[in-house]
């Protein structure tokens, strides 16, 4: 299955930038977002890699930036250049709703561990709490630079927010997302939580080529390696 992806990646990278790739929870499905920049048609396609066969295609005019499916397997949601997502019924893949969610590139989604809820975030700093079920924002909150990239912890109580500033940690409870008193200094994307939502891992701006792990409970540095 590796070779299969490399092998996809290798044929087309000369005709498209690949912005996004990933496996549906039980792996028996691939989605990929490629396309050229900002502002013309790209794709999205999501695979069936053991039978090498194209399952979905779609083609937003303005691009597709990425996609991910969410932890139940039902949904699958998409960031567009221009600020929407677009949300699908995996099983039919028929377009559930088109959220209005930004004024600019939607740079990152992800779902809550239940699949209810949808986090998503904007070059221009904008992050949303969406429910999955009406399409409407819970919450919104600025990071006060770009966001590039968000994690959510396994719990789903949670979220980092990474891109132009410090990594910054909120909580989210009862359809709000609130700013921690604590950020993780000297550090940007990408981040990303450990499997048992213990540890948070970024890039450590102070020292090029490192990353930091970090104690989500203290917001302190447990240990860092040198790449």
């Known amino acids: 299955m590796p070779l299969l992806v490399a092998i996809y990646l290798v044929a087309r990278w000369e005709v498209h930038a690949f912005w996004s790739i990933g ?3 039980d792996g028996t499905m691939l989605v990929t977002t490629s396309g ?3 502002g013309q048609p790209s794709d999205l396609r999501v695979w069936d890699p053991e039978m090498r066969q194209e399952l979905f295609h779609f083609r937003h005019p303005s691009g597709v930036l990425v996609a991910k499916f969410s932890p139940d397997g039902k949904t699958l949601a998409a960031g ?3 600020g929407t997502i677009s949300l699908w019924e995996v099983a039919t893949w028929r377009e559930l709703r088109v959220l209005k969610a930004h004024e600019s590139v939607v740079r990152s989604v992800a779902f809550s561990p239940d699949s209810e809820k949808l986090v998503t975030s904007c070059v221009d700093g904008s992050v949303k709490l969406w429910d999955v079920a009406t399409g409407a924002v819970e919450s919104e909150v600025s990071h006060g630079g770009y966001v590039n990239e968000i994690a959510l912890s396994p ?3 949670t979220l980092a927010t990474a891109g132009e500033r410090p990594v910054k940690l909120w909580s989210i409870t009862g359809g709000k997302v609130e700013l921690l008193p604590t950020s993780l200094a000297n ?3 990408p981040v990303t939580f450990s499997p048992d939502g213990k540890m ?3 890039e450590d701006t102070s020292t090029p080529g490192t990353i930091s792990f970090w104690d989500s409970a203290t917001a302190q540095v447990s240990m860092s390696i040198a790449t």
């Open 23 to 25: 496996f549906s929870p």
């Open 36 to 38: 050229t920049f900002g």
């Open 80 to 82: 567009n250049w221009d």
């Open 155 to 157: 719990d789903g109580k």
């Open 187 to 189: 550090t940007t994307e």
């Open 200 to 202: 948070i891992v970024a």
